[in-house]
């Protein structure tokens, strides 16, 4: 940043060798190029503005290790551009209809596989928690929602098969619990997760991994409030037949994801050493929990028996994009647990979830419970492991520019030695 503010057009990045972080020359590069990330409507508005500086040199004592280097970085940073031009940009020009149509221009001839449902019946029948979040929004066209279906299969035989789920909130009114006091600005931000789902595709298509399959959604919609708005007080049936009594529309990602993450679980069933994750920038809590900047991450039971929220915070901390951890409790079920016999689970209470106690803790419990992934525990004959990863903190600040995380700590997970 400060080599741009000087007016150079052609810095040298030269991080000294001995550290004793492994991947120190890594993270310092990524830290160099998000400084030199452009947003997309400023592109669009102002192309002279594209490009900050004409290249950037990266010195390394060893040719061959600096160019699979520079791969990398090209492919991770190739990723955190999409995330950020679909989680930063305004609401209107990532709006769903627009987020769908920028990721198949995108991934257009490349080894992913793009599937775009935006069939308003389709959506009522096989997400009706969905539906109920976009029922205000339907009746505009630029508005309505979209679920975008994303499909890589790395050359070699499977050996793991990555579930991803994203939230894509292109704006977030509260809906009905209308978020008042003037805490709605930012919300164009609550389709990180989502942004991040695109983002980790395009570092798939980049780099091309092998013996790994990749199967993801984004949960495109709007939460907005008018006369059509979903109310507290509703019941709704998901799509794996759980009763849903709305408890606060603020508490719309979890009902955007639920039913999509139970069509997951489904095609899990039958995949190879499949792991099923949500990502979303879900709560306030998170961000009072632990601070900005950090994911979190909580594993349920066949997840938590393979250490795997450990495993990705150790790849976390390689690679710059830390996390902590967090555990499911008894306590998280029984808040969600229907208070009555008119309802199953209890989708919120009617406070904040950052003045809740355990208030990241206990949607993650919510989406389990809704989505049917409670048959599927450490007790049962198919357990499915499912973890949890909430980026409120680490999004990126607004105003500012997004982080992309959490998917440079997911390549050091899952992809690094497949390339």
Same mark, same amino acid.
């Given at each position: 940043?400060?080599?741009?503010?000087?007016?150079?057009?052609?810095?040298?990045?030269?991080?000294?060798?001995?550290?004793?972080?492994?991947?120190?020359?890594?993270?310092?590069?990524? %830290?160099?190029?998000?400084?030199?990330?452009?947003?997309?409507?400023?592109?669009?508005?102002?192309?002279?503005?594209?490009?900050?500086?004409?290249?950037?040199?990266?010195?390394?004592?060893?040719?061959?290790?600096?160019?699979?280097?520079?791969?990398?970085?090209?492919?991770?940073?190739?990723?955190?551009?999409?995330?950020?031009?679909?989680?930063?940009?305004?609401?209107?020009?990532?709006?769903?209809?627009?987020?769908?149509?920028?990721?198949?221009?995108?991934?257009?001839?490349?080894?992913?596989?793009?599937?775009?449902?935006?069939?308003?019946?389709?959506?009522?029948?096989?997400?009706?928690?969905?539906?109920?979040?976009?029922?205000?929004?339907?009746?505009?066209?630029?508005?309505?929602?979209?679920?975008?279906?994303?499909?890589?299969?790395?050359?070699?035989?499977?050996?793991?098969?990555?579930?991803?789920?994203?939230?894509?909130?292109?704006?977030?009114?509260?809906?009905?619990?209308?978020?008042?006091?003037?805490?709605?600005?930012?919300?164009?931000?609550?389709?990180?997760?989502?942004?991040?789902?695109?983002?980790?595709?395009?570092?798939?298509?980049?780099?091309?991994?092998?013996?790994?399959?990749?199967?993801?959604?984004?949960?495109?919609?709007?939460?907005?409030?008018?006369?059509?708005?979903?109310?507290?007080?509703?019941?709704?049936?998901?799509?794996?037949?759980?009763?849903?009594?709305?408890?606060?529309?603020?508490?719309?990602?979890?009902?955007?994801?639920?039913?999509?993450?139970?069509?997951?679980?489904?095609?899990?069933?039958?995949?190879?050493?499949?792991?099923?994750?949500?990502?979303?920038?879900?709560?306030?809590?998170?961000?009072?929990?632990?601070?900005?900047?950090?994911?979190?991450?909580?594993?349920?039971?066949?997840?938590?028996?393979?250490?795997?929220?450990?495993?990705?915070?150790?790849? %976390?901390?390689?690679?710059?994009?830390?996390?902590?951890?967090?555990?499911?409790?008894?306590?998280?079920?029984?808040?969600?647990?229907?208070?009555?016999?008119?309802?199953?689970?209890?989708?919120?209470?009617?406070?904040?979830?950052?003045?809740?106690?355990?208030?990241?803790?206990?949607?993650?419990?919510?989406?389990?419970?809704?989505?049917?992934?409670?048959?599927?525990?450490?007790?049962?004959?198919?357990?499915?492991?499912?973890?949890?990863?909430?980026?409120?903190?680490?999004?990126?600040?607004?105003? %500012?520019?997004?982080?992309?995380?959490?998917?440079?700590?997911?390549?050091?997970?899952?992809?690094?030695?497949?390339?």
């Amino acid at each position: 940043r400060r080599a741009v503010m000087a007016g150079c057009r052609s810095p040298l990045l030269v991080v000294p060798f001995g550290y004793p972080f492994a991947q120190a020359f890594v993270v310092s590069a990524l %830290g160099a190029l998000h400084s030199l990330y452009t947003p997309l409507e400023v592109c669009e508005a102002a192309p002279q503005k594209l490009g900050k500086v004409d290249r950037i040199g990266i010195y390394s004592p060893v040719s061959e290790a600096g160019q699979k280097v520079v791969n990398l970085l090209s492919g991770l940073e190739s990723g955190r551009v999409i995330a950020r031009d679909i989680g930063g940009s305004d609401p209107e020009r990532m709006a769903a209809p627009l987020v769908a149509e920028y990721v198949q221009k995108n991934f257009s001839g490349t080894p992913v596989h793009v599937n775009v449902i935006s069939d308003l019946e389709a959506i009522q029948k096989d997400y009706p928690l969905l539906a109920a979040v976009n029922r205000c929004s339907s009746c505009i066209p630029r508005h309505q929602a979209r679920v975008i279906e994303l499909e890589y299969i790395g050359e070699g035989p499977t050996d793991l098969t990555l579930c991803l789920v994203g939230k894509g909130v292109t704006y977030d009114t509260g809906g009905t619990d209308i978020k008042a006091g003037g805490v709605m600005a930012g919300m164009h931000r609550d389709k990180c997760g989502a942004a991040a789902v695109a983002g980790f595709f395009q570092i798939l298509a980049a780099l091309r991994p092998r013996r790994v399959k990749v199967i993801g959604a984004m949960a495109m919609v709007r939460n907005s409030i008018g006369a059509d708005s979903y109310v507290a007080d509703e019941v709704i049936t998901s799509r794996a037949g759980v009763r849903v009594r709305v408890g606060n529309t603020d508490a719309e990602g979890r009902m955007a994801m639920a039913d999509i993450l139970c069509q997951m679980k489904e095609r899990a069933l039958k995949e190879v050493n499949p792991h099923l994750l949500t990502i979303a920038t879900l709560t306030g809590h998170a961000v009072r929990a632990v601070g900005p900047n950090y994911s979190i991450i909580l594993d349920n039971g066949p997840a938590a028996a393979k250490q795997h929220a450990q495993s990705m915070q150790l790849s %976390g901390a390689l690679m710059g994009d830390p996390f902590e951890i967090s555990t499911l409790r008894r306590e998280d079920y029984d808040f969600v647990k229907g208070p009555s016999e008119y309802e199953d689970v209890l989708q919120c209470n009617n406070k904040p979830s950052s003045l809740t106690e355990r208030g990241h803790q206990s949607p993650a419990a919510f989406m389990i419970l809704t989505a049917g992934l409670d048959k599927h525990g450490s007790d049962s004959s198919q357990p499915l492991p499912y973890s949890h990863i909430d980026i409120a903190g680490s999004s990126g600040p607004f105003p %500012g520019i997004p982080t992309g995380s959490p998917i440079v700590a997911m390549v050091a997970k899952y992809l690094l030695g497949r390339f």
